[in-house]
């Protein structure tokens, strides 16, 4: 049995009249990836500051490791790296001291845990150079050293590949899933860059305007990923009259003034795609796909205009 290693139960948050959590509860076992979903303002942040202790929620509470007294908390969040918002780095000090001045403050006694960790997050070679000097995804990558210095259980990260290029978000992917797989760290990871959590995660939160609206694991997520066929015309209300008129009650969404997704008769795309032909619709794309995560959050929360 997997055991959980943390666990929200109806945590609120509140300033004022406005709620930024919203009865918010979520299960984490050891050894998974969670990947954590919601647009701007939605509450993601704000709960992983209420676990690490950041802040205070305004009703609810949440155990950790099976601690929930407040007391035995604060002692289990030893147990717990995270980089919230942006990794907190002295410019003018080197890789090597600003993760040694972690290993003291921490107390963590193990004076090599620096050097090994450096060698892990691909810095070993610029150990000596100061952080000033660093790209954003080096200083990323020496964020994430930085919430491992406690070896922790727990990895809660913030939006880690936030304003990375396509080559480093690669390489902090396989890193996180060599930790997750080689040291049993388990991982609560936000993003924006949600194809690239789908690459990653084995389960999903979906938080919205504060509340958790869907919870699901990878698998349960390709089982609601429906497949659709993607139609691009430049006579699109005339394609849909054809269709309503020709298919038996066909199931689509209109994404723009030429774009189409149909979600019914995806096992007929041949017979759609005659009907179209009979009727001398010209089609720009025929083809059938299926919907990626970004696609499955909008369609969730209402629109593009909520990423």
Do not use: W
Request: proline share 3%; hydrophobic share 40%; net charge negative.
């Amino acid at each position: 049995m997997e055991n959980i290693i943390l666990q929200t139960n109806g945590l609120s948050v509140k300033y004022g009249s406005f709620t930024a959590l919203d009865n918010v509860s979520i299960c984490l076992k050891e050894k998974h990836i969670y990947g954590f979903i919601g647009e701007n303002g939605a509450g993601k942040t704000t709960l992983m500051k209420v676990l690490t202790g950041l802040i205070y929620p305004t009703s609810g509470d949440f155990s950790l490791f099976g601690k929930n007294d407040e007391k035995d908390i604060m002692k289990m969040r030893r147990r717990i790296g995270s980089t919230i918002e942006a990794p907190t780095l002295y410019p003018n000090y080197t890789a090597y001291q600003n993760l040694e001045l972690q290993r003291v403050l921490i107390g963590n006694p193990d004076k090599g845990v620096c050097d090994r960790l450096l060698e892990l997050v691909g810095l070993k070679d610029v150990r000596s150079k100061k952080v000033k000097k660093f790209s954003m995804g080096m200083k990323q990558r020496l964020g994430i050293a930085l919430a491992l210095v406690g070896k922790p259980e727990l990895l809660i990260l913030d939006e880690p590949i936030n304003g990375l290029d396509p080559k480093n978000i690669s390489e902090l992917r396989v890193l996180l899933k060599r930790l997750n797989e080689e040291n049993d760290v388990t991982l609560f990871i936000s993003s924006h860059i949600l194809n690239e959590l789908y690459l990653l995660a084995t389960d999903y939160y979906i938080i919205h305007r504060g509340r958790m609206i869907e919870s699901l694991t990878h698998d349960e997520l390709d089982a609601k990923c429906r497949q659709y066929i993607k139609i691009k015309t430049a006579e699109l209300p005339r394609c849909i009259t054809v269709i309503e008129n020709g298919l038996d009650e066909p199931e689509y969404k209109v994404i723009d003034d030429e774009t189409m997704q149909l979600f019914s008769h995806t096992d007929k795309a041949e017979a759609v795609a005659k009907l179209l032909m009979e009727n001398m619709i010209v089609t720009r794309e025929f083809s059938v796909t299926e919907q990626s995560l970004e696609e499955y959050f909008l369609r969730l929360t209402g629109g593009a205009e909520n990423v």
